[in-house]
């Protein structure tokens, strides 16, 4: 595992300032230590970005065939983002030390998965990263309960993954990747596999969720796994699951009282949606995939760390009647309604563009799998109203305060980042333009045309990049 200085050093500084926050004398001073490591990596993540943005393929990408894949140089800055905004929002009467420093061992993890560069490597941090998780659920009676579920998921995903890992870089990638589906289906809560999901966010630390869950790292190896050619023949059967889990969990989502409960499935749902898109054989599908992953991350994080920031003012809450919060705390109403817009695919958001490209390519290849896909969007998009309206609306009777200076700049840094990538869609697109492996099985590989990218980028601006010269064929 050949990796640059800066890649170990965006590795190893977690594990630093995991051991300093462990020893913090308080949960507020844990959080700032952790907060403090996490915007350290969060800053070299950029270097990262903005180095892999102008550089040519290195030897390693090559070897790999993914060679045209600039997005990857982006999920070292999206995973760090997402740790540094949940370590930011997570209260400070809801966490432990321990807590926050086992959040920065799966922040490192994590980061060692979307920079490792053979399989094998990327499969030992997908191992590591389900421990510290583990270890957290085990250390209060409260959760104890739930490390076993969790464990007799995660423990076999991550197994099937680590067999996967060693029998492609043994030359056998078709029966590799027969173990990599079984992985990636449970690290993906697909169907018949999901269980674990629901009852992770409901009952698990919210911060150590957001980090586990929301970078939805299942997609990052389901894509790398795609790159290469493994999923030669699997597609229609892998597209036609995420199309049913998608629609099942959009369903489950919007019936839940429990808004924990709900936003899991929402993610669920979500996640379902983008392995779609990358299974389309089709370049739009799998560019608004990739865009589509990236911005449900983001604005699925800030739905979950609001909702945590509510719960600290005024304890759970259920969605089967009106909460009253809106009135005083409108600051914190208005960033769980923008969270959600962007997540869903709102017109003007980034979300929007990502998810029409996902749409259009996924239904010359799968129409009926694409209507699927867009209704459970319509009903992703029900399931955000009515957990807004049931949160916020009603008579002035719950939290006392909205959002405090430190809430605010975290949220600030993340509607920012989002806003930016609604405005100038064409800018972020660039990253995912790659180009899919060769269909087969008769599946049509669609290109974009003209009116394709006039419709899509309501910006009124070409894709620009690879998908400019495309356009002009």
């Known amino acids: 595992m050949k990796l640059a200085l800066v890649d170990w050093i965006v590795i190893l500084l977690p594990l630093v300032f995991a051991e300093i926050t462990r020893r913090a004398s308080s949960a507020p001073l844990a959080r700032r230590w952790a907060v403090l490591g996490a915007g350290l990596v969060t800053a070299l993540s950029v270097a990262i970005a903005i180095q892999g943005a102008g550089r040519g393929a290195t030897a390693d990408q090559v070897a790999l065939g993914i060679e045209g894949e600039r997005w990857r140089a982006l999920a070292p800055l999206f995973v760090s983002a997402i740790g540094t905004f949940s370590m930011a929002m997570t209260p400070a009467r809801c966490a432990r030390a321990a807590t926050f420093a086992r959040t920065l061992l799966v922040?490192?993890?994590?980061?060692?998965?979307?920079l490792s560069r053979t399989p094998m490597a990327g499969a030992l941090f997908v191992a590591l990263g389900t421990l510290p998780v583990i270890l957290e659920l085990r250390s209060t009676?409260?959760?104890?309960?739930?490390?076993?579920s969790f464990s007799a998921y995660l423990v076999p995903s991550a197994l099937a993954i680590f067999v996967a890992a060693a029998l492609e870089e043994s030359g056998l990638g078709r029966i590799a990747f027969a173990f990599y589906l079984l992985g990636f289906a449970i690290r993906t809560a697909t169907v018949p596999f999901h269980s674990w999901l629901p009852r992770f966010f409901d009952r698990a630390p919210v911060g150590m969720v957001v980090m586990f869950a929301m970078p939805q790292l299942g997609v990052y190896l389901h894509?790398?796994?795609?790159?290469?050619g493994l999923d030669a023949g699997f597609q229609g059967l892998i597209a036609s699951l995420a199309a049913v889990t998608a629609v099942f969990a959009a369903a489950m989502g919007a019936a839940q009282n429990r808004p924990r409960r709900a936003l899991g499935y929402l993610l669920m749902s979500q996640t379902a949606l983008v392995i779609m898109g990358i299974e389309s054989s089709s370049r739009a599908g799998y560019v608004g995939a990739l865009g589509s992953w990236f911005v449900s991350g983001l604005a699925s994080s800030g739905l979950a760390m609001t909702l945590a920031a509510l719960e600290a003012r005024r304890g759970r809450i259920t969605l089967d009647r009106p909460s009253g919060?809106?009135?005083?705390?409108?600051?914190?109403?208005?960033?769980?309604?923008?969270?959600?817009l962007a997540g869903v695919g709102a017109p003007l958001t980034f979300g929007f563009v990502a998810g029409d490209l996902l749409f259009e390519?996924?239904?010359?290849a799968y129409p009926v799998?694409?209507?699927?896909?867009?209704?459970?969007?319509?009903?992703?998009?029900?399931?955000?109203a009515r957990g807004f309206f049931g949160a916020f609306s009603g008579a002035p009777s719950g939290a006392k305060r909205d959002l405090t200076p430190r809430e605010r700049v975290a949220?600030?840094?993340?509607?920012?980042?989002?806003?930016?990538?609604?405005?100038?869609?064409a800018a972020i697109l660039r990253y995912f333009d790659a180009e899919p492996p060769a269909p087969t099985s008769g599946v049509v590989d669609l290109e974009l045309d003209a009116s394709d990218v006039t419709a899509l980028l309501v910006v009124g601006r070409d894709v620009g990049g690879p998908l400019h010269d495309v356009v002009g064929e």
């Open 223 to 228: 894509a790398r796994a795609v790159s290469v």
């Open 411 to 425: 949220v600030s840094f993340l509607v920012g980042a989002l806003l930016v990538m609604g405005t100038w869609p």
């Open 107 to 114: 922040l490192s993890t994590s980061l060692g998965l979307v």
């Open 361 to 364: 390519g996924t239904s010359h």
């Open 141 to 148: 009676p409260e959760t104890a309960p739930l490390s076993r």
């Open 325 to 340: 919060n809106f009135e005083r705390a409108p600051l914190l109403a208005a960033s769980y309604l923008v969270f959600g």
């Open 369 to 384: 799998l694409a209507a699927m896909g867009i209704l459970a969007t319509a009903i992703n998009a029900i399931h955000v």
